[in-house]
C-alpha cells in the first residue's frame, strides 16, 4: 500500500493551493486519513484529518482556511488550502489507517510534498 500526494508549490502570502493524496495496492479499506505538516526545525504536527463517514477536525491554526475531504471511491484525500500564510510553509505529508485486508490495520504515510509560501 502507498500514498502519492501532489500538489504542492510554491504560492504567495494570501493564495491558494489543493494537495491531493491517492492510496493505491492492496486495500480492503481505508479509514480515517489525514494531513500532518512539518517546518523546518519543528516537530511533525497534525492538520486535519477526516474519517471515513465524513468527520473532520483541524488544526487551531488552519480552521476556517483549510478544508479536508475525501473520496471514498478513489482512495482519494483532499486538502484545500485558502488564504495561505507564510507560517504554513512545510512539507505536508498524507496519512492514512488502512486495511489491507479485513483483519489487518496499517498506517501509511506519503513521501510528503513541500508547500512554500513566500513572496
Known amino acids: 500500500v502507498q500514498l502519492v500526494e501532489s500538489g504542492g508549490g510554491l504560492v504567495q502570502p494570501g493564495g491558494s493551493l489543493r494537495l491531493s493524496c491517492a492510496a493505491s495496492?492492496?486495500?480492503?479499506?481505508?479509514?480515517?486519513m489525514g494531513w500532518y505538516r512539518q517546518a523546518p526545525g519543528k516537530q511533525r504536527e497534525l492538520v486535519a484529518r477526516?474519517?471515513?463517514?465524513?468527520?473532520?477536525n483541524y488544526s487551531d491554526s488552519v480552521k476556517g482556511r483549510f478544508t479536508i475531504s475525501r473520496d471514498n471511491a478513489k482512495n482519494t484525500v483532499y486538502l484545500q488550502m485558502n488564504s495561505l500564510k507564510f507560517e504554513d510553509t512545510a512539507v505536508y505529508y498524507c496519512?492514512?489507517?488502512?486495511?489491507?485486508?479485513?483483519?489487518?490495520?496499517?498506517?501509511?504515510w506519503g513521501q510528503g510534498t513541500l508547500v512554500t509560501v513566500s513572496s
Open positions: 496519512n492514512a489507517l488502512v486495511q489491507p485486508t479485513r483483519n489487518r490495520y496499517l498506517e501509511v
Open positions: 495496492g492492496s486495500i480492503f479499506s481505508i479509514n480515517a
Open positions: 477526516i474519517t471515513t463517514g465524513g468527520i473532520t
